[in-house]
């Protein structure tokens, strides 16, 4: 370890429990219409249930302990504290490999990947690829946040990250990701593709080729995927447009109401897996709070919607064409993913190497369906190392 990484545990002071539960307690309901379910948003009544749920039945001392099962660091980057799980490997020739979160995501996202991928022959697997796996969470998210400077942009953290690995002393390394996360880790293979293993990613963007006669080769499921993204910018990127301009303002509602922070989140985990009618269906309930309560704990509503801002007015923003990358690339493509990637668009600026679709799961394919995650994740390195 170099000298200015410390070693971190998570321990959240009792008062701040207590506080909460106070909050949730008090807190001041707005009215409903009545029979419009999901339409409008989170309905009051799940949200009124999965509050009092985590007022009394939720474990914060449970969950923390079991994340500080895991060793855990900060560090200072580019003038941002960073803090990252750190969970190596007992095989010697593991590959090292970067996991980067989304939003409304963080690090727990993930928990239940890192044991198989650490240590495959613990749990079952003994012709697996092993990992060492480093697991950061985003400066302005969670224990990293807040950010205390603009610019933070995905291109930045990209570049933290790569500062990160070398800091570990990684020469070579695989990057994973969904949400920011698949952003973040396809940045990584453009800025530093000398020290970049490959890259596998849930979400992969690509622009539609100007060609009609290709867009008419597109599979049934390229069809629903582009009407899934159709549907997304008609109905579901209103949290993308205020985190995107006024994240400042969206701040004070969330960090205030831990009600709002939860609805806030929930909705998504509802719009975005691959369920039936609640979050519920597709992600364990106390998993879901938890990643809420990092939210909550931390305070870092605003800074983590920061990141919309800041990648949204800079130079290489969503409208920019992407730089092409050369690193070997992977995809798995989750049907309730917001758009499920294409693969005939992201072609065009990707090496695809590899590409996997499956029949269930969603956005949150590590906590949905984590051994399809884990599975293609081992394939894809597998045949890189």
């Known amino acids: 370890m170099v000298g200015d990484m410390k070693p ?12 909460l539960i106070r909050r949730l307690e008090n807190t001041r309901w707005p009215d409903e219409l009545p029979g419009v379910g999901w339409t409008y948003g989170a309905p009051l009544g799940y949200i009124k249930e999965l509050t009092g749920y985590w ?62 991928l650490t240590d495959p022959k613990a749990h079952g697997e003994t012709s697996a690829p092993a990992f060492h796996v480093v697991l950061p969470s985003i400066p302005g998210y969670g224990f990293s946040g807040p950010t205390h400077e603009t610019g933070w942009s995905m291109q930045r953290v990209a570049k933290a990250w790569v500062e990160l690995m070398r800091k570990l002393g990684y020469g070579r ?13 396809r940045e990584l293979g453009v800025q530093d593709p000398d020290h970049v293993l490959g890259v596998h990613l849930t979400m992969l963007a690509g622009r539609p080729p100007g060609d009609p006669a290709a867009m008419s080769e597109l599979t049934e499921r390229d069809k629903k995927s582009l009407e899934g993204l159709a549907y997304f910018m008609r109905e ?15 701040a004070y509602g969330l960090t205030d109401s831990p009600a709002g922070q939860l609805a806030w989140i929930v ?26 309560s ?23 923003n969503w409208a920019s064409e992407p730089e092409k990358s050369t ?9 309730r993913e917001i758009a499920s990637p294409i693969k ?37 390195f597998g045949s890189l190392k």
């Open 327 to 335: 690193v070997p690339t992977g995809a798995a493509a989750f049907p």
């Open 267 to 292: 909705e998504k985990f509802w719009e975005w897996t691959d369920r039936e009618t609640s979050p519920d269906d597709a992600v364990n309930r106390d998993h879901l709070l938890t990643n809420v």
């Open 173 to 185: 390394y695989g990057a994973h990701g969904g949400d920011w996360g698949s952003a973040i880790s």
């Open 236 to 250: 579901g990127n209103g949290y993308f447009t205020q985190q995107s301009t006024r994240p400042q303002t969206l």
């Open 294 to 316: 990092i939210y909550w704990f931390t305070a870092t509503a605003g800074s983590s919607a920061r990141l919309y801002y800041e990648t949204a007015h800079s130079e290489r």
């Open 344 to 380: 005939a668009f992201a072609s065009r600026s990707n090496n695809i190497v590899h590409w996997s679709e499956f029949d269930r799961g969603g956005h949150f394919a590590a906590m949905e369906e984590p051994d399809l995650l884990l599975a293609d994740i081992r394939a894809f």
């Open 8 to 19: 971190f545990r998570i321990d959240v002071p009792q008062s701040d429990i207590d506080d």
């Open 55 to 116: 007022r009394d039945r939720y474990d914060w001392r449970k969950w923390e302990a079991r994340i500080n099962e895991y060793p855990q660091f900060t560090t200072t980057i580019d003038g941002a504290n960073v803090h990252f799980l750190h969970a190596r490997s007992p095989d010697p020739d593991a590959i090292p490999l970067l996991i980067t979160h989304g939003w409304p995501g963080s690090i727990v996202e993930y928990i239940e990947l890192l044991g198989p």
